[in-house]
């Protein structure tokens, strides 16, 4: 059972690097580890069917779909561009105040939309071309974007800890809850590290008097919805009004209404919802086919091996987190964070359980270092997002990977600290 199993994951890698998608790859190798683990084909159509069934039925996935429409909804009706608008304005004579605008707006913004790629894009449109204006350098310009756009992933409602709760059987709103502190404290560092880069290279980023945005017709309103949805979304889950599946639900009415405030009509309101579903099907896919590879992998107790591997190592469970966020991040420069999260979270966690970490500071610890994988070079996907919808053919995306580097970095060092600091992860959901 054992051989099985790491042949499977053999193949796994085998066809990832071949280059089939993922999601088919997570099918395959599947397919056929369970062949030879229950002796037969039948057995292990039944078992895929089974997993399947049960993953399509799976009523805490609805919060995905609806988390994800309400963010391209008031990406697309032009609330992030009042939320630039509006915190530019009031950050008169904060150095690079055009960079820790772009900050601040993704900050907020991440509270309404749990997938960084939206944050990536609308930023890309809204804030780039101010920047550039003023002179700000594009290294440093669109490695703000990059690098403050995977906030979406860690301030809540993120899809990254969705996945993570329902791979791990924990409470959706409790992980929501213990994403919030590191999120502003990362949003916080961010803003420091704008500031005192904008302070050291003026060339790089100049100070001007007149970098504030001009106010636009309607961007308090389209401030205030953003506000409203936050406090209504959140704070209905955090307060027990309704569950996240429903929170989520109520969000999307909400940013609904927003973006017909906003003058967004039918049309708009279709294309917010096909590109939310471009997003939301390959996760939904990969989730039902890593499943099947995690049905694998428990039948054949591939984490107690790797358990005892490590034992055997001496490790400790200081020596295994490092260990784990080794192999998170060189995964991470090479496939896409959901798909290391569903390939590692159910080899990873029985191990961490097992050793006593806590559930919430070691899902804060492998998410952050998951996150990093958005934006290290080959893969980053976020790097490749903002390359694609910066409307400059002078871009180059090693220009953005050298700028969006201090922001992995920050997020890395983010991470230590929860390992250092658990309370700062574990202080909010205590509360609840």
């Known amino acids: 059972m054992f051989f099985e199993t790491w042949a499977a994951l053999f193949v796994l890698v085998a066809l990832v690097i071949l280059g089939v998608p993922v999601v088919f ?4 190798s599947a397919l056929f580890g369970l062949y030879f683990a229950l002796g037969g084909v039948w057995p292990a159509m039944d078992l895929v069917g089974q997993t399947a069934l049960s993953g399509i039925k799976d009523y805490n996935l609805v919060v995905i779909p609806c988390f994800t429409v309400m963010g391209m909804l008031i990406a697309h009706c032009g609330a992030a561009a009042d939320l630039f608008s509006v915190i530019n304005r009031r950050l008169r004579g904060v150095p690079g105040r055009l960079a820790v605008a772009t900050v601040g707006g993704n900050a907020v913004f991440a509270a309404v939309t749990g997938v960084g790629v939206a944050s990536a894009a609308a930023f890309s449109h809204v804030a780039y071309p101010v920047m550039r204006d003023h002179r700000y350098s594009r290294s440093f310009a669109t490695g703000c ?3 403050s756009s995977v906030l979406g992933l860690l301030i809540p409602p993120s899809v990254f800890m969705i996945v993570w709760a329902i791979l791990t059987e924990q409470s959706v709103g409790k992980l929501f809850a213990a994403g919030v502190v590191p999120g502003l404290l990362l949003a916080l560092m961010y803003a420091l590290y704008c500031g005192v880069y904008a302070k050291l290279r003026p060339d790089a980023a100049p100070e001007s008097d007149d970098a504030a945005a001009p106010a636009e017709r309607g961007a308090a309103l389209g401030a205030a919805g953003v506000g409203a949805l936050i406090v209504v979304t959140l704070g209905g889950i955090w307060f027990g009004y309704f569950t996240p599946t429903e929170g989520s639900a109520v969000g999307l009415m909400g940013a609904l209404v927003v973006a017909w405030l906003k003058g967004m009509r039918w049309t ?5 919802f096909v590109e ?9 896919l990969l989730l039902l086919t890593a499943t099947m590879f995690s049905k694998l992998v428990a039948l054949n107790g591939i984490p107690q091996e790797v358990q005892a591997l490590l034992q055997a190592w001496g490790l400790g469970p200081t020596g295994t987190m490092l260990f784990m966020v080794v192999v998170w991040f060189v995964l991470g420069m090479l496939i896409d964070s959901i798909s290391i999260m569903l390939l590692t979270v159910p080899i990873f966690w029985p191990i961490a359980m097992s050793m006593g970490f806590d559930p919430i500071v070691f899902a804060l610890i492998g ?6 994988g958005v934006l290290t070079p080959p893969f980053g996907i976020s790097v490749f997002v903002v390359k694609a919808a910066v409307p400059d053919p002078l871009l180059k995306v090693q220009e953005i990977f050298r700028g969006v580097a201090p922001y992995w970095i920050l997020i890395l060092l983010l991470a230590w600290t929860i390992h250092t600091w658990p309370a700062l992860a574990t202080w909010l959901p205590s509360r609840m």
């Open 276 to 284: 939310a579903g471009h997003t939301v099907t390959p996760i939904m």
């Open 268 to 272: 708009g309101i279709r294309g917010a």
């Open 145 to 147: 974007i990059a690098g």
């Open 367 to 372: 998410i952050l270092v998951i996150e990093a």
């Open 25 to 28: 790859a997570f099918a395959g």
